[in-house]
């Protein structure tokens, strides 16, 4: 996958091209990186991108021109193959893990992060493909919020991590938040490591770690539970929690 970044501040993404599981990815060119500044496209000496907003208000509007050649030059530097043009913005589709797969699915993307009070909408309407949100609040810029995307959707990549069942079981992957985990030692400051987990019975274990998984669900996120297909061992998993949890709602 070829990953292009449009942004004033191409040094940020040192942090995923050259650290951790995606920087060692990057080396082994599992992936590819390039960033394209538009300042280079400015029409004026000073390398201004912004200008005031018609009709009044504060701050600045990235300007359509230099982003419209920034786009352009970034496509012309394409793979052959499928592609996206996403604008990281907070009044974008929210992201998630199932829009993480669908991007890794792409030979190339081209991430827009927008800075001042955003861009000029005529680049929304004829050279973006998506806007995506990482969420319900504002940030300075978005090459943070490209940095989450691109992490969440490489380590989906075949080869990046060191064990693709680590993607597999993640919260989010199979609709549910993930199990707890344990490790050495066995005791820590009084707190054991559930017996079940010592036990060597798999199917135990993976019954036990399918009913956590339901049960942080529950109480943390019961809107991943609505409209979800359930199966039988989960439906049956489900009405054992919730009826603890009316016996312990009684007992109070």
């Known amino acids: 996958m070829l990953i292009q970044a449009i942004t004033l501040f191409p040094e940020m993404f040192s942090s995923i091209t050259e650290h951790g599981v995606t920087g060692r990815a990057n080396k082994q060119k599992l992936w590819q990186f390039k960033s394209i500044n538009p300042r280079q496209f400015a029409d004026n000496k000073l390398g201004y991108i912004d200008d005031r907003p018609f009709g009044g208000g504060p701050g600045m509007i990235m300007m359509a021109a230099p982003l419209n050649a920034a786009i352009q030059t970034a496509r012309s ?54 806007e995506i949100s990482i969420g319900d609040f504002v940030v300075s810029g978005g090459e943070l919020p490209a940095m989450l995307l691109m992490d969440a959707v490489l ?18 992957a199979n609709g549910l ?5 344990y490790t050495r030692p066995i005791e820590f400051q009084g707190m054991s490591v559930p017996e079940i987990l010592r036990s060597g019975n798999h199917a135990l274990i993976a019954e036990w770690r399918l009913e ?41």
């Open 77 to 130: 530097q394409q793979k052959t193959g499928n592609s996206k043009v996403i604008y990281l913005s907070p009044q974008g589709q929210v992201f998630n893990h199932q829009k993480a797969v669908e991007l890794s699915k792409l030979d190339n993307l081209i991430l827009l992060c927008g800075r001042y009070e955003g861009i000029d909408e005529r680049i929304l309407q004829t050279s973006v493909d998506e």
């Open 177 to 181: 938040l993930d199990c707890p985990h």
């Open 212 to 252: 956590q998984s339901l049960r942080r669900t529950l109480e943390r996120r019961p809107d991943l539970l609505e409209g979800r297909a359930l199966l039988p061992q989960e439906i049956r998993l489900l009405e054992k929690i919730r009826k603890e949890q009316e016996q312990r709602t009684i007992q109070l």
């Open 155 to 172: 380590r989906l990549i075949p080869g990046i991590l060191g064990d693709m069942q680590s993607a597999e079981q993640d919260s989010f």
